[in-house]
């Protein structure tokens, strides 16, 4: 059985990175970051925090490549 994804609102998505809710509305459109649309219009938008978990890792590694 599979199971679903975890998933959290915009707002606190932004939170967790530190940036703003359209800066994580435009990692959406990008690609950067990965979101479950909801509701009947599809307006309302989930991120998965996988994705999040993801681009965190990815860019702790960048750095480290850059400090080195």
């Keep these: 059985m599979n199971q679903a994804p975890e998933l959290v609102g915009v707002a606190e ?9 359209p800066v994580v509305r435009a990692w959406v459109r990008e690609g950067r970051l990965r979101a479950v649309r909801i509701g009947r219009t ?6 998965v ?5 993801e681009l965190l890792d990815g860019n702790a590694a960048c ?5 080195s």
């Design 42 to 47: 599809g307006r309302c938008m989930r991120i």
């Design 49 to 53: 925090t996988r994705s999040i978990r």
């Design 63 to 67: 750095r480290e490549v850059r400090a």
């Design 13 to 21: 998505a932004a939170a967790a990175l530190g940036v703003r809710q």
